[in-house]
């Protein structure tokens, strides 16, 4: 009986435990909710989002305007772009499909009568785009139904999928690693108390914080350059832009990233707490940045938050610098808004900061 009832007490203690940490219960329970409902009012019912396409031509054209209109008004999102800036476009994730109206010029050389789909196959979203104009053209007021279609298959370096997503992976590790390596060995130590033993000697903080900073970019730099070797040995994956700005682009990155781990592991005490901070942080990231597709799929109202977060930024820059070859000028402001984000968490995280 003595042994049953040192048990129940051992559970009890645990109970009353975690029920005096007001930020656990609710990172446990409340959060997974709030998050539940959220999600659920935003994707519980709703109707795909029309396909964001390029009619390929010149506005003077009849035959491009009316196909443009027609594509409008049933909801998708489309431009009039010429044959380069369309395929540029595509290329960078942008848009879903490149259509070709009759009269223009193809890649074999010659007019040809009818609609042309620009897209990869290997990409789901230009399938099921394809599909969608298909279906519309066929309804609707062309007369596209005698009108003949054809496919064009794009699967060169820089327009694949695979090409997109790889930026976007290599974000997405510089964000979780950055955060989850600062924030979690801060909690961790300061639950050891090793930071109150660090602060009895004669250490500066700041050389401590730097410390941790360096170490987090020596560590990120095999892991950056595994993900870019995979993608440039595996997949052909081009890295068209100077690798001295995709250093920098790089390294700024994990700089924000690692000033908003400093801000959110500054006085969280427990794993529990810097866990769901973190989660709170990134999940919105992970949604709206355009990791696994692109941040421009989204509604238009909702595009001043989408480029205010650090990994759209971030994954766009990487996209820029690696697809399309920009230039350090060229990213300059993205850098800026990166920039932005390391200042700013950094000084509230040094106010901010406790030891115990």
């Given at each position: 009986m003595y042994r049953w009832h040192a048990f129940t007490q051992l559970v009890l203690l645990r109970f009353r435990d975690f029920s005096r940490e007001p930020e656990v219960i609710f990172?446990?329970?409340?959060?997974?909710?709030?998050?539940?409902?959220?999600?659920?009012?935003?994707?519980?019912?709703?109707?795909?989002?029309?396909?964001?396409?390029?009619?390929?031509?010149?506005?003077?054209?009849?035959?491009?305007?009316?196909?443009a209109e027609t594509l409008r008004q049933t909801g998708m999102k489309v431009e009039v772009n010429s044959k380069a800036q369309s395929r540029l476009r595509y290329r960078t994730g942008k848009i879903a499909l490149v259509v070709v109206p009759a009269g223009e010029v193809t890649n074999r050389g010659s007019k040809d009568e009818g609609l042309l789909f620009v897209l990869d196959e290997t990409r789901s979203e230009s399938a099921l785009?394809?599909?969608?104009?298909?279906?519309?053209l066929l309804r609707d007021r062309l007369g596209s139904a005698a009108l003949p279609m054809r496919e064009e298959s794009v699967q060169e370096p820089g327009s694949r999928y695979i090409d997109f997503l790889v930026p976007g992976l290599m974000g997405m590790n510089l964000m979780g690693t950055s955060m989850l390596g600062f924030g979690f060995a801060l909690v961790d130590m300061r639950a050891r108390n090793l930071l109150k033993r660090f602060l009895a000697t004669p250490m500066r903080r700041a050389d401590f914080l730097l410390a941790i900073f360096v170490a987090r970019k020596v560590l990120l730099i095999p892991e950056m350059i595994a993900i870019?070797?995979?993608?440039?040995?595996?997949?052909?994956?081009?890295?068209?832009?100077?690798?001295?700005?995709?250093?920098?682009?790089?390294?700024?990155?994990?700089?924000?990233?690692?000033?908003?781990?400093?801000?959110?592991?500054?006085?969280?005490?427990?794993?529990?707490?810097?866990?769901?901070?973190?989660?709170?942080?990134?999940?919105?990231?992970?949604?709206?940045?355009?990791?696994?597709?692109?941040?421009?799929?989204?509604?238009?109202?909702?595009?001043?938050?989408?480029?205010?977060?650090?990994?759209?930024?971030?994954?766009?820059?990487?996209?820029?610098?690696?697809?399309?070859?920009?230039?350090?000028?060229?990213?300059?402001?993205?850098?800026?808004?990166?920039?932005?984000?390391?200042?700013?968490?950094?000084?509230?995280?040094l106010r901010w900061f406790r030891w115990r």
């Amino acid at each position: 009986m003595y042994r049953w009832h040192a048990f129940t007490q051992l559970v009890l203690l645990r109970f009353r435990d975690f029920s005096r940490e007001p930020e656990v219960i609710f990172w446990a329970y409340g959060f997974p909710l709030i998050l539940t409902v959220a999600l659920g009012l935003g994707f519980a019912g709703s109707r795909p989002e029309p396909p964001a396409v390029d009619v390929q031509g010149e506005m003077s054209d009849s035959r491009v305007r009316a196909l443009a209109e027609t594509l409008r008004q049933t909801g998708m999102k489309v431009e009039v772009n010429s044959k380069a800036q369309s395929r540029l476009r595509y290329r960078t994730g942008k848009i879903a499909l490149v259509v070709v109206p009759a009269g223009e010029v193809t890649n074999r050389g010659s007019k040809d009568e009818g609609l042309l789909f620009v897209l990869d196959e290997t990409r789901s979203e230009s399938a099921l785009a394809r599909k969608w104009v298909e279906a519309d053209l066929l309804r609707d007021r062309l007369g596209s139904a005698a009108l003949p279609m054809r496919e064009e298959s794009v699967q060169e370096p820089g327009s694949r999928y695979i090409d997109f997503l790889v930026p976007g992976l290599m974000g997405m590790n510089l964000m979780g690693t950055s955060m989850l390596g600062f924030g979690f060995a801060l909690v961790d130590m300061r639950a050891r108390n090793l930071l109150k033993r660090f602060l009895a000697t004669p250490m500066r903080r700041a050389d401590f914080l730097l410390a941790i900073f360096v170490a987090r970019k020596v560590l990120l730099i095999p892991e950056m350059i595994a993900i870019l070797a995979v993608g440039r040995l595996v997949f052909g994956v081009p890295t068209g832009g100077n690798p001295l700005t995709l250093i920098l682009v790089i390294l700024v990155g994990a700089l924000a990233f690692n000033a908003l781990g400093l801000l959110l592991g500054c006085r969280a005490r427990k794993m529990e707490t810097i866990s769901g901070l973190v989660n709170l942080v990134q999940l919105p990231m992970y949604i709206f940045s355009g990791v696994f597709f692109s941040s421009k799929r989204f509604p238009e109202e909702a595009q001043p938050f989408i480029q205010a977060l650090p990994l759209t930024q971030l994954n766009e820059a990487l996209r820029e610098v690696m697809l399309e070859g920009a230039t350090l000028p060229a990213v300059a402001l993205r850098l800026g808004i990166l920039l932005a984000w390391t200042i700013v968490p950094l000084y509230l995280a040094l106010r901010w900061f406790r030891w115990r």
